[in-house]
């Protein structure tokens, strides 16, 4: 069964440290990878998508890691700022289908203190 | 900044009625979906469509309704509201595919709208 788990549920830090974010999946035939910012009440914003030949991709404090062998990502937030609250959904694609089917993860909540 | 436009945003009505959630785009895509979300969980695909004149059902039942006369429009429409539609739906489109390496991402780069939040008493 494909599924996308991501942990921790949620997370809090203070302002100006760094955190990362874990997501495994189980998707296949493999094509793509995506991370999304969802402000609380608001629709996802993507951050990155990476193939399966891309192991890393940056956007600004965000940056994400993909391991295609071991099914394994991770976005790293450097330096958060308050901004930065919010829910990160990891969605993986298949392209097994005409489609190209989503699956999403359930999201982890990060809430960034002062 | 994506161009896809969601109304109305919060919507609270009683059972039995009936309601259009809209959503347009303005970026010339193709293929347009339908998303419900509950709090802590996934994303559940409801309806999407390929193009004009075609709709498809999602993985997650539902009782709604969806139409594609526009290539801009892709409205939803629930014919007797009950307690359990209350949700957020979320719209989104996708532009084309690209390709890598000779594989082609069938499903590029998605944009959400805000989403409508059902409410229904």
């Known amino acids: 069964k494909n599924q996308v788990e991501q942990s921790p549920q949620s997370l809090i830090i203070l302002e100006g440290k760094n955190c990362t974010l874990q997501c495994n999946y189980t998707v296949s035939p493999f094509s793509n990878l995506r991370w999304y910012k969802q402000d609380t009440g608001r629709g996802p914003v993507s951050l990155t998508i990476?193939?399966?030949?891309?192991n890393t991709k940056s956007n600004g404090r965000y940056t994400a890691t993909l391991d295609a062998d071991t099914k394994q990502s991770s976005l790293h937030i450097t330096a958060s700022q308050l901004s930065d609250s919010a829910s990160y959904i990891c969605?993986?694609?298949?392209?097994?289908?005409?489609?190209?089917?989503?699956?999403f993860g359930r999201g982890t909540q990060l809430t960034v203190w002062p | 900044e994506a161009d896809i436009y969601q109304t109305p945003r919060y919507l609270v009505i009683g059972t039995g009625k009936k309601i259009t959630l809209e959503c347009s785009q303005t970026?010339?895509?193709?293929?347009m979906y339908w998303y419900q979300q509950d709090p802590g969980m996934e994303l559940h695909l409801i309806h999407y469509?390929?193009?004009?004149?075609?709709?498809e059902k999602g993985d997650l039942s539902s009782e709604s309704t969806v139409s594609r006369i526009r290539t801009e429009h892709f409205p939803l429409t629930l014919e007797s509201a009950r307690p359990s539609h209350t949700s957020q739906y979320l719209c989104?489109?996708?532009?084309?595919?690209?390709?890598?390496?000779?594989?082609?991402?069938?499903?590029?780069?998605?944009?959400f709208g805000e989403g409508s939040r059902l409410t229904v008493l």
């Open positions: 969605v993986v694609s298949d392209r097994g289908s005409t489609l190209g089917r989503l699956y």
């Open positions: 469509s390929y193009g004009v004149n075609s709709t």
């Open positions: 970026m010339g895509h193709d293929k």
């Open positions: 990476m193939t399966f030949s891309e």
């Open positions: 989104a489109s996708s532009d084309p595919p690209r390709d890598h390496i000779g594989l082609t991402a069938n499903t590029g780069e998605l944009f």
